[in-house]
RNA sequence: CGCGGGGUGGAGAAGUGGCAUCUCGCCUGGCUCAUAACCAGGAGAUCGUGGGUUCAAGUCCCACCCCCGCAA
């Protein structure tokens, strides 16, 4: 296949499904990705994977602010090619970018649309524990995730799943699909059909505080919690103050009062509204990864408090 | 100069100027039909690195290295 056409994309996700269109031997003539923002420790620079990406691979990047301004509309203008890919940009892209593509601006969304539109697909496919969810095919419109779909492809979501292993079945799902509809939809054999409206679900921009663990809440709940937020903000309470991460819990069966820790067996239980967590890794605040067992070597009144 | 926590035997922790401590693991012996059990004894640490203060520094001061949480 040998198209021209621009890429969006910002996030690790994006990245790994412009990795596979690449080897698949579909490369952007140009990738369109957002400003290096200062973040980490030390408030040190980093561009987006996606950014990273193209640069090790040489294809020509542009890193944006914000697509409303006046004058970027322009400019892409005068770089279009016949279509786009986009995945994971993180923008909303203005009607005046829109119109610059004669086949439309393509989105790879990872959710069976019209399910769980929005910005975290992925995390709330398992925070609802949804037996499957899958990557669909779009073309961009004036509203978000709302656009026509050219193709969908479900996958299983297993009960082990977290949003970095759900991700990573996806983004391959993701290049398949284009590959397999692309030529399909640019020369009109497919014509991509509306969205089922009254049927969409939605999904909201995570923050830290949808990691926050509320033990009342059954503990089939938590560990999808975990598992959808996983790796960040991931699954934490507080204790003693501090920060603590629950790394990696299990579901386990043992009743106490909810929040309260207990040595059952050897596990480092944690009691929740029904049903209790098994904890395997955990972290608090200023350490690094521990054991339950080994966490609790050390700080002996764990076993035995109340998170 | 974004804010903050931390580096102590193999693992995890306590220890704010005066003998280096606890739990686990490890070694030896004992006990038990048996268990991630129990009992007794033992080995194992230049307290992240380099300076400084002090009669005396894990502890106070200065610099550096490394790990981590927050915020973005």
Not at 70 to 96: D, Y
């Amino acid at each position: 296949m040998d198209y021209k056409f621009t890429y969006y994309g910002t996030s690790d996700f994006s990245a790994q499904i412009l990795q596979g269109l690449v080897q698949s031997g579909l490369t952007p003539q140009l990738v369109i990705s957002t400003l290096a923002k200062p973040a980490g420790r030390n408030l040190t620079v980093h561009s987006t994977p996606v950014s990273q990406l193209a640069a090790s691979l040489g294809i020509e990047i542009w890193e944006v602010s914000n697509l409303k301004s006046v004058e970027q509309p322009a400019k892409i203008a005068a770089r279009a090619h016949q279509f786009a890919i986009l995945a994971a940009f993180g923008k909303i892209i203005p009607a005046a970018v829109l119109g610059c593509y004669p086949g439309g601006i393509i989105n790879v969304h990872p959710s069976l649309l019209p399910l769980y539109r929005g910005p975290s697909p992925i995390q709330y496919a398992i925070k609802d524990g949804a037996a499957e969810t899958g990557v669909s095919l779009i073309v961009l419109d004036n509203e978000i995730d709302h656009g026509p779909i050219i193709a969908q492809s479900a996958c299983a979501l297993m009960p082990v799943d977290d949003a970095v292993t759900l991700a990573n079945k996806l983004a391959p799902l993701a290049v398949k699909l284009l590959l397999d509809n692309l030529p399909g939809y640019l020369n009109g054999l497919i014509t991509p059909k509306p969205q089922n409206h009254l049927q969409a679900t939605f999904s909201k921009m995570i923050s830290r505080a949808d990691g926050q663990a509320d033990f009342n809440k059954t503990a089939l709940a938590i560990g999808r919690q975990r598992r959808a937020f996983t790796p960040w903000p991931g699954l934490w309470t507080y204790w003693r103050e501090k920060r603590l991460k629950l790394i990696d819990v299990a579901v386990f069966d043992y009743q106490d009062t909810p929040g309260k820790v207990s040595l059952i067996n050897n596990q480092v239980v944690i009691s929740c509204g029904q049903g209790s967590l098994a904890v395997k890794l955990l972290q608090l605040e200023g350490g690094k990864q521990l054991t339950a067992a080994d966490f609790s070597r050390g700080h002996k009144d764990f076993i035995g408090s109340t998170l």
